[in-house]
């Protein structure tokens, strides 16, 4: 039967990982992936083998639709991303508009992602909020800030270690010192962390810093 399988993967521990999840793994024909290396593992761990392909933000307009095709010669797709759930902040978007608009089946399994914990710990309000992911780098950069300054919702943004400061620099430009924020590291993992504070407090303990690991950033909305 055609159908493509939007399947979340862990975002750190490696237990995390769903029984349905493992059990469509087992039942796909081809998995497609963004790293293949990196799914390897997880299809090591899980003592699974299955056909990998190669489908990242680099090459999935070149390559989705010969996927297409594919699928409509009758097998079963995968699609998981190197973390979390595909499509959010990861590639899936474009295939799985691709498959609506060629009446695929598409399904998604519920499972990890890391803006959900975050907002739950952060002990900022989660009644309602907006998911910005990352904020642009240059183009639309500063615009984007400017309209989030008004924001009532709560915030939820997606940071690398080399451009966090940066970013809480942005923050504290655009929201204000005031405003408050947690600030999630490596959730999931060993040293997981989360710290909670104003925007000012975070300035001097990240500036200069070799970071790593990945960050969830939660801002409270304007009053």
């Known amino acids: 039967m055609s159908k493509l399988i939007l399947i979340p993967t862990p975002i750190g521990n490696l237990d995390d990982i769903?029984?349905?999840?493992?059990?469509?793994?087992?039942?796909?024909?081809?998995?497609?992936?963004?790293?293949?290396?990196?799914?390897?593992?997880?299809?090591?761990h899980l003592e699974i083998k299955k056909p990998l392909k190669s489908f990242h933000k680099f090459?999935?307009?070149?390559?989705?639709?010969?996927?297409?095709?594919?699928?409509?010669?009758?097998?079963?797709?995968?699609?998981?991303?190197?973390?979390?759930t595909p499509s959010i902040s990861d590639p899936g978007y474009l295939i799985v508009?691709?498959?609506?608009?060629?009446?695929?089946d598409v399904?998604?399994?519920?499972?990890?992602?890391?803006?959900i914990p975050a907002l739950a710990i952060s002990g900022l309000p989660?009644?309602?909020f907006t998911f910005e992911g990352f904020l642009?780098?240059?183009?639309?950069?500063?615009?984007?800030?400017?309209?989030?300054?008004?924001?009532?919702?709560?915030?939820?943004?997606?940071?690398?270690?080399?451009?966090?400061y940066k970013t809480l620099k942005d923050f504290y430009d655009f929201f204000g010192p005031e405003r408050?924020?947690?600030?999630?590291?490596?959730?999931?993992?060993i040293f997981e962390n989360t710290k909670r504070g104003k925007i000012k407090d975070f300035l001097d303990s990240y500036e200069n810093k070799k970071l790593k690991g990945e960050f969830v950033i939660v801002v409270k909305g304007l009053k």
């Open 59 to 84: 090459n999935e307009h070149s390559t989705v639709e010969k996927i297409i095709f594919e699928i409509q010669s009758g097998i079963k797709v995968g699609l998981i991303s190197d973390a979390g």
């Open 97 to 104: 508009k691709m498959c609506i608009d060629n009446n695929i």
């Open 18 to 44: 769903t029984l349905r999840a493992i059990e469509c793994i087992k039942d796909v024909d081809l998995i497609l992936c963004e790293d293949t290396r990196r799914s390897l593992k997880l299809m090591n």
């Open 126 to 128: 989660s009644e309602r």
């Open 180 to 189: 408050e924020i947690s600030i999630s590291k490596e959730l999931t993992k």
């Open 107 to 115: 399904e998604c399994l519920p499972g990890p992602t890391a803006l």
């Open 136 to 164: 642009p780098v240059k183009k639309g950069r500063k615009t984007r800030l400017q309209e989030l300054s008004f924001e009532k919702r709560t915030m939820i943004f997606y940071e690398s270690p080399y451009k966090l």
